[in-house]
């Protein structure tokens, strides 16, 4: 059988067939195939036949091994039947294998005639539906020519295929470029779809794209002429302002709108592929009346005029003094400062429209990446071509380029308007002349800095550019950490000899500062973790950034603190001079002197009054955390003081309970002076009076060991032996003390 195969195969080969032009041969072989494969099928299944037989042999010996006791014959004969079956499965096999090559020769006979069959019917067929405008059919049998293998064509059938396929090229691309021209958007998927058979699918794709752009063209001009009515009332009204920033998100929303409305039909028609050429298409378009509506912006503000007026403004207020003095007699300058606002927030509100397009680009054109890497159309090669000329093309560099340039002269016009109004708001005004107009001056002076400082900030955050809002943070913080906080300083220098009022609102101002910066710190951060959840490298430089206003607020803390401090210190000397009448007054009294004490107190009602005297002018002024803070401090170094003044005191049991009396109206006094709990500051005092207290020294050790138990340990083991000793009653006596 393998023999007359052998002989078969060299009778007709594949070359043979495939050099047959002769329908009937064709067939007559085709027939003698199909017989010789009937035959090799019948063999197959007699082989199969004899393998079940086999196989039910080979079953039957399974139980043998327990039933019968010559293991070695058995094994033999198993040995045997399983030879054989190796034997005849391999036969199977090269049946199988012959049976396999026999199908694909008949099958590449069949597509040969086939492709016969069809030239035939495509030369008939695409000339008749030429003549009648059957377009759709003409393109199926194009499509259908280009399939077939071209060395069946004779040179004739070539010449007249080739002629209609250029003939429907030009019809089609015609029909398809005049439904464009004219908007028919059922002509225009039409004649798009019959773009594929005729392998023209990118052609197609670049026509139906300017068909999208044709559509954001439309919105374009009703944009362009609503600008040109607002410049025409303005110009009768002579007032009012062009609003660039709506135009130009409105123009940028439209193209969203299209790429959104049209997704789905363009991957349908085209896959994938198709949202790249026409994001393309549309992006181009966008990237040029952008940059002619930045280019508009810039020339109605006046926007090179502005910054050369802030240059000048910023040299003389350089050349003048530190402080830039406001009221400025050059007309030019107050005009740029009055048009800066409305520039500004136009500048940011572009900015903002540009930075959501872009993130709107960026998704689209990963979403694009992501299904043509999935698509099996496209070998790996040429998925990274597409993909490498979709990042290359989608790049709006010139674009990008203005609006650096933009928000570079923005930055530097928001800066100069923050520097202007932060200067002028620390710069007293002609008319204050007394020192309670001065001091109305200073009072207001912190407000009106940070109400501009958050205005700018405010804008900035609007143009949603990291990198704007990094530099405007730093920008900010230079501000507040140069001429603020010499202005600041000033004030709040104690040492500078200033009257009351001046240095509580020094101090009031350094406080404030750092309440505001947490608050500015809070206003920009938490919109820029919205913003930017999806970018956190932008949002880190952010953070970054806002942790320079951290070292600026410690800095106006410390210099609060300083201060504070200094003020307590310079009240010290006149404290000492009350406590010092305490060295005149004895605490070894009796019970009765103790009862006449609390009608007519020797000491502590005295003291507490002139603290009052002390505390009451300046805290009276100081807000309230300052007030808080100032007698806080107060109450640290008289307390210390008082446990100086107290160690040099011999007292009885009932000057023990003076002293416990002249304490607790102490705290009584400082509780009433702060919004914060005063126990913590009395501590030590208080640990010193039960110690007075005690009735026996046995009782010491074990009220010693309770403190420690609790964690509330504020006095040494030889501090308090000491403090024993200032009793009367123990005196030659030693406390013993584990």
């Not at 197609?204 to 300017?210: C, E, G, T, V």
């Not at 409305?342 to 930075?355: D, P």
Request: glycine content about 4%; aromatic content about 6%.
């Amino acid at each position: 059988m393998q023999g007359r195969m052998s002989q078969h195969q060299r009778a007709v080969s594949l070359q043979d067939i495939q050099n047959m032009t002769n329908i009937q041969e064709i067939t007559r072989v085709y027939h003698a195939l199909l017989h010789e494969s009937q035959q090799l099928r019948g063999e197959a299944s007699e082989i199969e036949v004899r393998k079940q037989k086999v196989q039910e042999r080979v079953d039957t010996l399974d139980p043998l091994p327990t039933q019968l006791r010559n293991v070695k014959q058995v094994g033999s004969s198993l040995s045997v039947s399983i030879d054989a079956t190796v034997d005849l499965a391999e036969t199977i096999s090269v049946k199988a294998r012959e049976i396999d090559k026999v199908l694909e020769r008949v099958t590449q006979a069949k597509s040969h005639v086939q492709d016969i069959v069809d030239l035939n019917e495509c030369i008939d067929g695409v000339q008749d539906s030429l003549r009648k405008g059957l377009w759709e059919k003409a393109a199926g049998y194009i499509e259908r020519y280009l399939q077939i293998n071209a060395s069946l064509l004779d040179q004739n059938s070539k010449l007249i295929l080739e002629k209609a396929e250029k003939e429907l090229n030009q019809v089609v691309s015609s029909k398809l470029a005049t439904a464009v021209e004219k908007m028919e958007y059922d002509d225009i998927v039409r004649y798009a779809k019959l773009h594929i058979p005729l392998r023209k699918k990118v052609e197609a794709m670049k026509i139906y794209a300017r068909y999208l752009r044709k559509l954001t063209e439309v919105d374009s001009d009703k944009l362009r002429q609503s600008i040109n009515q607002s410049k025409r009332d303005i110009e009768m009204k002579m007032e009012g302002s062009v609003n660039y920033a709506i135009a130009y998100a409105k123009l940028l929303q439209s193209a969203q709108i299209k790429l959104k409305d049209e997704k789905r039909k363009l991957d349908e028609l085209f896959g994938p592929v198709g949202l790249f050429y026409t994001l393309i298409e549309l992006q181009q378009f966008i990237n040029v009346n952008c940059i002619k509506i930045i280019q508009e912006l810039t020339q109605d503000y006046k926007l090179e005029l502005q910054l050369q007026n802030a240059r000048k403004s910023s040299e003389q207020s350089q050349s003048k003094s530190n402080l830039f003095f406001g009221g400025s007699s050059n007309n030019s300058i107050r005009e740029t400062i009055s048009m800066l606002p409305a520039l500004l927030g136009q500048i940011t509100a572009v900015s903002q429209a540009h930075q959501v397009h872009t993130v709107f680009v960026n998704a689209l054109t990963k979403a694009c990446e992501d299904a043509i890497a999935k698509s099996e159309v496209y070998s790996s090669d040429e998925t990274q071509k597409i993909t490498q000329e979709m990042r290359e093309k989608l790049i709006p560099k010139q674009l990008d380029c203005k609006m650096q340039e933009l928000m570079s002269n923005y930055l530097e016009l928001e800066n100069f308007f923050m520097n202007h109004h932060v200067k002028n708001a620390l710069t007293p005004p002609p008319e204050v002349t007394t020192e309670e107009d001065y001091a109305g001056f200073l009072s207001t002076a912190t407000d009106e800095v940070f109400f501009v400082v958050q205005e700018s900030t405010n804008r900035v955050k609007i143009s949603a550019d990291y990198n704007a809002i990094c530099a405007f943070i730093n920008f900010v913080n230079f501000v507040l950490d140069s001429d603020y906080y010499k202005f600041v300083s000033r004030c709040a220098d104690v040492k500078a000899g200033h009257e009351m009022n001046v240095l509580v609102i020094g101090l009031n101002s350094a406080e404030t500062t750092v309440r505001y910066i947490s608050l500015l710190k809070q206003q920009i951060e938490a919109p820029c973790r919205k913003m930017f959840a999806r970018v956190p490298d932008s949002l880190q430089k952010i953070l970054a950034c806002l942790g320079s206003l951290d070292d600026t607020s410690k800095k106006f803390n410390v210099l609060l603190q300083k201060n504070m401090e200094g003020w307590i210190q310079s009240q010290k000397q006149h404290v000492l001079q009350t406590l010092y009448l305490l060295n005149s007054i004895s605490y070894e009294i009796t019970e009765q002197k103790f009862s006449e004490n609390k009608i007519n107190d020797p000491f502590m009602e005295g003291f507490i009054n002139t603290l009052k005297i002390i505390l009451t002018p300046i805290k009276s002024s100081l807000n309230e955390n300052n007030g808080s803070a100032l007698a806080e401090g107060m109450m640290r170094m008289i307390t210390t003081l008082f446990e100086k003044q107290l160690l040099n005191k011999r007292m009885n049991i009932w000057g023990a309970r003076q002293f416990q009396k002249d304490m607790m109206q102490l705290l009584s006094f400082f509780s009433s002076q702060t919004k914060n709990k005063v126990r913590e500051n009395f501590a030590r005092l208080q640990h010193i009076t039960q110690l007075l207290l005690v009735e026996e020294l046995s009782e010491v050790s074990e009220l010693l060991k309770d403190w420690e138990s609790l964690g509330q340990s504020h006095l040494t083991k030889g501090e308090a032996q000491r403090i024993l000793e200032q009793r009367v009653e123990f005196q030659g006596q030693k406390a013993v003390i584990y």
